[in-house]
């Protein structure tokens, strides 16, 4: 065998694999080693092409390599989990503050909404007072004289006026019913991961049943059930794509 016949052997070779390690087709992707997989109705933004997944469920690889998700209105989460068969996304906020996001938090403009929603007060109040009763305060949006207190009691709140500020009462995005709170102020809000769900597209029926959803055409947005074979079983029809290349 001559060099260019070996050098033609080889590439003949390798050619299959370095075709599977492109973005053609749907299945799954996910950034880096990251347990969160993009699937229909999702799609990972530059991975995948925005036809294998519905408008408004493009997620990104951040430079850390986690997976997000941009609401039109309230900035970047970092996603926790999809799960697919409840269609409920759970998120956390990448400065570790999500109780700055709730008190301007808006879903609007996004395919999402909220799981449970809970009434909340925000008040800011000294710091001796908070430190002299032992209150929990929220340490990512206090400073050196003021401290942010949270509370499901609109009565509690407004007994520490005059000492005390409320900054605004709103219904924020909660990841379980709310169930009285021992305390009166609570840090739950601000520790909590962000739990929201969605309607449209309805493919947990097909999860329920391991096929897989995708649009029924590229001329509609309607979808229906695919088959699906299993990772392992055949690389080349389920093909993960890895952010970091
Ligand atoms: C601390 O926070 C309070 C309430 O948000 C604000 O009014 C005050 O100006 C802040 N003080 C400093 C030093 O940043
Ligand atoms: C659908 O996709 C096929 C194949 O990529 C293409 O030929 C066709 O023009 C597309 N139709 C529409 C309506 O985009
Ligand atoms: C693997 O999947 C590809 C694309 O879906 C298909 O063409 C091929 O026949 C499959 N191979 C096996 C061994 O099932």
Same mark, same amino acid.
């Given at each position: 065998?001559?060099?260019?016949?070996?050098?033609?052997?080889?590439?003949?070779?390798?050619?299959?694999?370095?075709?599977?390690?492109?973005?053609?087709?749907?299945?799954?992707?996910?950034?880096?080693?990251?347990?969160?997989?993009?699937?229909?109705?999702?799609?990972?933004?530059?991975?995948?092409?925005?036809?294998?997944?519905?408008?408004?469920?493009?997620?990104?690889?951040?430079?850390?390599?986690?997976?997000?998700?941009?609401?039109?209105?309230?900035?970047?989460?970092?996603?926790?989990?999809?799960?697919?068969? =409840?269609?409920? +996304?759970?998120?956390?906020?990448?400065?570790? !503050?999500?109780?700055? %996001?709730? /008190?301007?938090?808006? #879903? $609007?403009?996004?395919?999402?909404?909220?799981?449970?929603?809970?009434?909340?007060?925000?008040?800011?109040?000294?710091?001796?007072?908070?430190?002299?009763?032992?209150?929990?305060?929220?340490?990512?949006?206090?400073?050196?004289?003021?401290?942010?207190?949270?509370?499901? =009691?609109?009565? +509690?709140?407004?007994?520490?006026?005059?000492? !005390?500020?409320?900054? %605004?009462? /709103?219904?924020?995005? #909660? $990841?379980?019913?709310?169930?009285?709170?021992?305390?009166?102020?609570?840090?739950?809000?601000?520790?909590?991961?962000?739990?929201?769900?969605?309607?449209?597209?309805?493919?947990?029926?097909?999860?329920?049943?391991?096929?897989?959803?995708?649009?029924?055409?590229?001329? =509609?947005?309607?979808?229906?059930?695919?088959?699906?074979?299993?990772?392992?079983?055949?690389?080349?029809?389920?093909?993960?794509?890895?952010?970091?290349?």
């Amino acid at each position: 065998m001559t060099f260019s016949n070996q050098l033609f052997f080889v590439l003949f070779l390798l050619l299959p694999l370095l075709r599977a390690s492109h973005p053609k087709d749907c299945s799954s992707s996910s950034c880096g080693l990251q347990d969160v997989h993009a699937r229909f109705p999702f799609w990972l933004d530059p991975n995948q092409p925005d036809f294998c997944g519905h408008p408004g469920f493009d997620l990104h690889c951040t430079i850390s390599q986690n997976t997000a998700l941009n609401l039109p209105k309230s900035g970047t989460f970092l996603v926790r989990e999809i799960d697919y068969r =409840s269609q409920h +996304i759970r998120l956390y906020d990448p400065e570790a !503050c999500l109780a700055r %996001k709730l /008190l301007t938090f808006d #879903v $609007s403009g996004s395919p999402f909404s909220a799981l449970y929603l809970a009434k909340y007060t925000f008040l800011t109040c000294p710091n001796e007072v908070v430190k002299s009763s032992g209150f929990d305060s929220i340490p990512c949006l206090g400073n050196s004289t003021s401290s942010f207190l949270a509370t499901t =009691s609109l009565d +509690i709140a407004k007994s520490m006026l005059p000492s !005390c500020q409320i900054v %605004k009462t /709103l219904d924020v995005p #909660v $990841s379980r019913p709310v169930v009285t709170e021992k305390s009166r102020f609570s840090t739950y809000v601000n520790n909590q991961d962000l739990w929201l769900k969605w309607d449209s597209p309805s493919c947990s029926n097909c999860e329920r049943n391991h096929l897989r959803c995708g649009f029924i055409s590229n001329a =509609s947005l309607q979808v229906k059930c695919f088959p699906f074979e299993k990772s392992g079983t055949n690389y080349s029809s389920y093909n993960t794509i890895n952010c970091n290349k």
